[in-house]
Structure formats: structure tokens, C-alpha cells
């Protein structure tokens, strides 16, 4: 967005902001635009501009009204006359005890990922600007929620606008794409996935999609086009998926090996086997999920029955296999005009965000920049826009911010329409009450109905109030070991040391390790625990679900340097680790962002080729396997080698079982 148009959307929402009885069409063109009756410059030029302009304002969360009346008593005749409501774009009045404070400043960490990271931030931001809410520092203790599919903002926002989408979808059960018309009711977390829930307009009725099986670009049509759905809607469709009936298949298992799913999913049944396999059965519901899973134990497993689930792992390994290798397609060519470009309200609305925030006191403009994302030298051109801005009286009479920068700090006076900050919108809302769900396993029973009051709160804050917000709902799937969460939490505050005896699935072993816990957080609907192990001498992250065994142990100091503080990556790089290069399908998209991935290259058929570090080639064919060729590993070469020989095996194991 240029200087000058940042200039005149700026004038545009102060004078809007700025009347009590609104504002003529006529003076907003000559006030704001420079329009003068009876000029060469063509109204109706302006006019477009005014109305483009209309829209960058809503798209902020400023609600534009329009009304018959006089500008002024002396006015000869009634005009269309404009104002933003101050109440309904400016945040409430809120009051946060301290401890909802310490809830609402977890929940906005927990969300992570290029999309909902972003959103939570900027909404304690605000929050933080409007003193409901201290700048915390980061806690120990941190549930976190992936959401990286970029197609989850644009149906949020079509929920919230009740417009009805258009997508292509591709069916596991017919196996081809179909193009879906929606009206979407809400979006919701189960298994680990996301899915958005609405009805099916060619079918009339309600359906459940998996957001990793919507192809190319979403379609939104008019808003206000269907009803609000009923309350709960989007929970009784998403309960739906657990309520399939359960299936029991018969898995024999090698002996001494598939360690994990001995703990958590297997049981042994008094049966014949052959020499050096063991039988047992195994409880599923759905295929594709079960498939997905029993696919990573390899030629430790082979599914007997029944048919379609031992078909579908065998399908696993053979798409992995194919796809191994290969070079997949070319890279999308992009000239100067396919050039990435931020949106072109991202400057816009962090200076309406900068206002209140600066007009608290004088601020450092590096800590300033810090905090909005910006680099000092950015953060200073975009304060000389707000000298040019103000609102401007009957007689024409300009009344600048004052913007004082001296000596590296900044005070800024004089800017009282935009002294309190704006609502959040649907999706910086969403990100915090998607925190806000992940905080439910380690809470305390006097924390949760905090919670609850928190989301209404949260609602209330919301651009156009809880009207507009869709039905988001989590439910991570019950986890081994979610008893331990509350007991780690407190292991955490207190320094304690532990005697853990713990899973490793990779490489199918038991170990005793002594760990002092560091730091407690969560990733999508697993649990980790930061630990410094005694055994290795290093900082390490353990699985909750994979621990076997916890008990108190005598306390062990720790050595100098490691501190309690929850690390940047769940796994630390090191320099061993391999660097896997994968292409992604487009269903498989998501691996990017959830695997922090880097370097990511669009390739002409929808796929991308990213760059990935492994700690070894132990877990990787296994992580391979569970996609059925979705995710094909390109190279190193010995990477490939030791996959193809492990899957060989898989697959040999599985067709002569």
C-alpha cells in the first residue's frame, strides 16, 4: 500500500470516527480526496476511489453507516450522511482478574503457525494497549495448537459472514475430486485435523470436510445468504466422526518389537502364530486413520483381518514406494508480476494499532519495532504518515497528529479517535479461543469455569460482537497419560526430579532416565515435557503419552547454563541431523508448517518441495509409510536407499502375511 493512500485511509476512518451526526459524501471528497466542484478531475473517479476505500475500512472492522438527515442546521436539503460508530469499532471497557490475565496471556501463546500465531498476537497486542491485559512473559507451561491450512481464515471469515463457498474436494471413498457448494457453519478440530462443517447444498445436507482434502482456491460467494445454524451445530457433526461403530482387526505383531503399540492399542488374544509373531487385536474405527497408523510399525506388524484395513496398509507402503525418488514436477515459473506482496491492509491497520499503544508514554522505537514486527527504519516511515493525517473542521482547517521522534524515542499527542483500540476480528479472536480449549487438560477445577468466562469476553470484543463469530470447536482425541499432564505442571514450578522409564518407538526400546523437568507444552494433541536428562547429560523432550513410568526421585542439581525456559523448536537441530528433501501432494501440505519444514518451492502441479532435518534415518521411512506417497522423499540418495529397503521389507512382510 502506498504513503499516500495510508494517508488518505487514515483521514478517512478519523473523519468518520471524529462526527457525532455524520458526515456528507460531498465534504468527505473534498476533505479527504482533494476534490474540488467544478475541476477537471472527474467525480466519478473519486467516487470509485471513496468506495474502495469503504471497503478497506471494513475489511479493518470498521462498520460504515449511512443515513438520510442535514449535514448542519443551515443545511438547504437532507444528503447521505456517513459516521463509524466509536462503541462498535473501538474495544470495550474490559476487566481481566489476574487470574484470567495469566489464562488469556497462555492461550494467545498456545496458537502457533503463520496463520493463527500471527492473529493471537496482534489481538494481546491490542488487548495488552488497552490495559485489560500486562505483557507477560512467556510461561513455562505451554499448550500450543497448530493451524497453518491457509484455507482456515478464508471459511472463518465465510462462517462469519454466513456466504456460502465453493470448493473442490477430493473423497477417500470414490477416490476423485468433486466440486462442493457449502454454507459453512464452523470449523473444528478432531484426530489431530482439521474439518469445516456445513451444509451440502447439492446433497441438502450436513457434511463434515477434511480442510487437507480441500484442492485449490475456496470461492465465496454473497454474504448473509443462509441462517445462522443452531447452537452446537458444528460439535454434533463433529461428534459424529467418533461415534463410527468400533472394529476390531486381528494384527500379529514380531515378537519383542512394536514396543508403543503394545502399550497403548494392541492386545494379545490366545491364538496360534507363526514362529516369532505374536497375535492380538487391535480397536479402530475408521480405515484411514488406522491405516495411516499401523503403516508406520513396517514389517513389525501385519494386519489379518479384516480385508480393507490390511489392503489399505498394504497401500501405504505401496504409494511410498512408487513415489520414492522420483523428481516429481517443475518448479512454477514466476516473472516479476507472480512477486509475493503483503496485503495491502497489513501497514494500514498496524498504524491504527501503533496509535494507542504510542500514546501511552514515549517509547524506545526499537522496542516499538520489536513488538509490531517491523524494522526500526519501517516503523519511522510509517509514523511520518500519521503527520499528514487528522480530522478537519467545516472551514477546512487541518488538525494534525503530533508525532515527536528525538533521539531514537517516540511520543505521539493530539490523536483521540484513535486512542483506544480497535476491536479484534473473527480470526484474531478465534486463534485466542482456540487457546483458550487447549488449556482444558492442565487446568485446575477452579480454572475452568475461568475459561469459560473467558470466552465470552473474548466474543464480546469481537468486531460486531459474538454475532459474528463461527463455531469453532477442539476436542483433542483422549491421550495416554493426560493424568500426568497436572503432575509435570507441578513438577515444573517445584524443580523436582523424576525416575521416568520411557518409550522410544524408533527404535523400539525401554529406557530408565533420571530428568528434572524444564518446561511443559503441547503441540496440535500431543504433550511434552522439556527435561534436563541426567542419563545423556543434555536438555531432551519426551513424549507424555510415551512415558511407561513416573516416580519422585531424590533431587539432582542441575549443571550450570540450563536454564528452565521453553526452547525456540521442540526439536533442536543439530549437526547430525539429515536434510530430507520431500514433496508435498497438495493434501500433504501441511506437513510443511506442522515439521518446520524451510525452503519451500511451488511446483506446477499444486505440490511443493521443502527442505527437512531428521535427527536419522530410523524414523523417517516411518514417517513415509504413514502417507502412502503424499509425502515422497526426493533425496539424498542414501536416504532414499535406507527408506526403499525398509519399505521393501514392509510391504514383503505384509503381502505374504
Not at 10 to 19: G, W
Not at 496 to 525: F, H, M, Q, V, W
Not at 577 to 603: C, F, N, S, T
Request: proline residues 7%; charged residues 30%.
Amino acid at each position: 500500500m502506498s504513503q499516500k493512500k495510508t494517508e488518505r485511509l487514515l483521514n478517512l476512518l478519523i473523519a468518520l470516527l471524529h462526527t457525532e451526526l455524520g458526515i456528507s459524501r460531498e465534504r468527505l471528497l473534498k476533505d479527504v480526496y482533494g476534490w474540488v466542484p467544478g475541476a477537471d478531475r472527474e467525480r466519478d473517479a473519486v467516487e470509485r476511489q471513496f468506495e474502495r476505500d469503504k471497503a478497506d475500512l471494513r475489511a479493518l472492522g470498521a462498520e460504515i453507516l449511512e443515513r438520510q438527515g442535514y449535514e448542519r442546521a443551515d443545511s438547504p436539503s437532507m444528503t447521505s450522511l456517513y459516521r463509524i460508530d466509536p462503541r462498535q469499532f473501538r474495544l470495550p471497557e474490559l476487566d481481566f482478574t489476574r487470574q484470567e490475565q495469566s489464562l488469556l496471556a497462555l492461550a494467545g501463546l498456545a496458537s502457533q503457525g503463520a496463520l493463527a500465531g500471527a492473529a493471537a498476537r496482534a489481538a494481546l497486542r491490542r488487548l495488552e494497549a488497552a490495559g485489560a491485559l500486562p505483557d507477560s512473559p512467556p510461561s513455562l507451561v505451554q499448550p500450543r495448537v497448530r493451524l497453518d491450512d491457509p484455507r482456515y481464515a478464508t471459511l472463518a471469515d465465510a462462517a462469519s459472514r454466513r456466504a456460502e463457498v465453493t470448493f473442490q474436494y477430493f473423497a477417500t471413498s470414490t477416490g476423485r475430486e468433486e466440486e462442493r457448494s457449502v454454507q459453512p457453519w464452523g470449523l473444528g478440530q478432531r484426530y489431530g485435523q482439521w474439518y469445516l462443517v456445513g451444509l451440502d447444498t447439492g446433497r441438502q445436507a450436513p457434511r463434515v470436510f477434511r480442510l487437507s482434502r480441500i484442492r485449490g482456491r475456496v470461492s465465496v460467494g454473497v454474504e448473509r445468504s443462509f441462517d445462522v445454524p443452531a447452537e452446537g451445530a458444528v460439535h454434533e457433526q463433529l461428534e459424529r466422526l467418533s461415534a463410527l461403530p468400533e472394529q476390531l482387526a486381528r494384527v500379529r505383531i514380531a515378537e519383542g518389537r512394536a514396543l508403543e503399540l503394545r502399550l497403548t492399542a494392541w492386545k494379545p488374544v490366545n491364538a496360534e502364530a507363526p514362529e516369532g509373531w505374536e497375535a492380538g487385536s487391535y480397536s479402530f474405527r475408521d480405515v484411514t486413520v488406522a491405516a495411516d497408523h499401523l503403516a508406520g510399525y513396517g514389517d513389525a506388524l501385519v494386519v489379518e483381518s479384516p480385508p480393507e484395513l490390511a489392503r489399505a496398509v498394504v497401500a501405504r507402503f505401496e504409494g511410498a514406494l512408487a513415489a520414492l525418488g522420483t523428481a516429481g514436477a517443475a518448479p512454477v515459473t514466476r516473472g516479476p508480476e507472480g512477486r509475493k506482496t503483503r496485503p495491502s491492509d497489513e501497514r494500514f491497520g498496524r498504524i491504527v494499532d501503533l496509535v494507542p499503544y504510542l500514546l501511552q508514554g514515549p517509547v524506545q522505537i526499537g522496542a516499538a519495532a520489536e513488538r509490531y514486527g517491523v524494522s526500526p527504519r519501517q516503523l519511522e516511515q510509517e509514523l511520518s504518515v500519521l503527520e499528514y493525517t487528522g480530522p478537519t473542521d467545516v472551514g477546512g482547517w487541518q488538525d494534525y497528529i503530533e508525532v515527536d521522534v528525538h533521539d531514537g524515542v517516540v511520543s505521539l499527542a493530539n490523536a483521540p479517535e484513535l486512542a483506544r483500540p480497535r476491536r479484534l476480528s473473527v480470526e484474531e479472536a478465534l486463534s485466542l479461543q482456540l487457546g483458550l480449549q487447549t488449556l482444558l487438560p492442565m487446568a485446575s477445577a477452579d480454572e475452568r469455569p475461568t475459561l469459560e468466562a473467558l470466552v465470552e469476553k473474548v466474543r464480546a470484543a469481537t468486531a460486531h460482537g459474538a454475532r459474528a463469530m463461527p463455531e469453532v470447536d477442539v476436542d483433542a482425541e483422549p491421550q495416554r497419560n493426560a493424568d500426568l499432564v497436572p503432575l509435570l505442571r507441578t513438577a515444573v514450578a517445584d524443580r523436582s526430579t523424576l525416575l521416568l522409564e520411557y518409550l522410544n518407538p524408533t527404535k523400539d526400546e525401554r529406557t530408565e532416565r533420571l530428568i528434572s523437568p524444564l518446561a511443559l507444552r503441547s503441540d496440535g494433541d500431543r504433550w511434552y515435557v522439556e527435561a534436563y536428562c541426567h542419563r545423556v547429560s543434555e536438555r531432551r523432550v519426551f513424549r507424555v503419552d510415551r512415558i511407561v513410568s513416573l516416580t519422585p526421585a531424590d533431587p539432582l542439581p542441575l549443571p550450570p547454563g540450563i536454564e528452565a525456559v521453553l526452547a525456540d523448536r521442540l526439536i533442536e537441530p543439530s549437526d547430525a541431523d539429515v536434510e530430507a528433501v520431500l514433496r508435498l501432494a497438495p493434501e500433504a501440505l501441511w506437513v510443511e508448517h506442522e515439521y518446520a519444514a524451510e525452503d519451500g518451492i511451488d511446483l506446477v502441479d499444486g505440490s511443493r518441495r521443502v527442505r527437512m532435518r531428521v535427527a536419522g534415518l530410523d524414523w523417517l521411512p516411518r514417517f513415509l509409510a504413514q502417507f502412502g506417497g503424499s509425502v515422497a522423499l526426493e533425496g539424498p540418495e542414501p536416504a532414499v536407499e535406507a527408506c526403499r529397503a525398509w519399505l521393501t521389507r514392509a510391504l514383503g512382510a505384509s503381502r505374504t502375511g
